[in-house]
């Protein structure tokens, strides 16, 4: 009887509804998913706290690398303006020059980036001097009358070969090239031309530029000159 009664109990037992068995695996995915994103938008504190450290141990180096120069006058802020196109100003010059018998004979280079009037120094100065004949004075009067007109920046570059040959006072060459180059800005400076000019004397610096093919004579020649350098852009005023 016990074993009937024990049969009786088990069948007479009611059985979980299907529903709820998957009710409490939909449950479980569920809490399972959200316990996955919180750990993924959750940081660890160990970590975070690395991050910071590293953020302030590079700021102060990158703010001095950022930093700007607080000079006023930068090369960043200077700015040439355009003056009179080089093809236009070499047409210019070469019709002008012919005019005066010193300045026909000059030599007119012209460069990529500038215009370069060729004074030979013969014709300017006595030999071993840094005064102009009359003659001379009157053309380089005439020359800065042209260049003052136009504005452009020039230079005046004083050049000399490798043994000075002249018998006066300057022995040596780069004395006597800088002495005429301020010679010729001076002149130009009293005929009109209001620019700040820059002078350099180069001695004989640039004598191996000459072509050296020309004899040593013709060569020596060309060294004695004095260079005006004409700029595309405008000089700054005195």
Known sequence: MQSGEQSSIIVDKDPAPPWLLSFADVTALLLTFFILLFSMSTLQSEKWQGLISKLDSSKQPYKQLMQMPKAVNNLSKVELIPALPLGYLGEVLEEKLKSDPILARAIIHRLESAIVVSLPSDLLFESGGVAFTDVAKEAVFLMGG??????????????????????????????????????????????????????????????????????????????????IVIHPYQGDAR
Do not use: C, M
Request: charged share 20%; aromatic share 4%; no cysteine.
């Open 146 to 227: 042209i260049v003052s007109t136009i504005g452009n920046q020039i230079d005046i570059e004083g050049h000399s070969a490798p043994k000075a040959d002249e018998d006066g006072i300057f022995n040596s060459a780069y004395i006597l090239s800088l002495a005429r180059a301020v010679a010729v800005a001076n002149e130009l400076a009293s005929s009109g031309y209001a620019q700040n000019t820059n002078i350099l004397g180069l001695g004989a610096s640039r004598f191996n530029q000459i072509d050296q093919d020309l004899s040593e004579e013709r060569r020596i020649a060309l060294a004695h000159r004095v260079d």
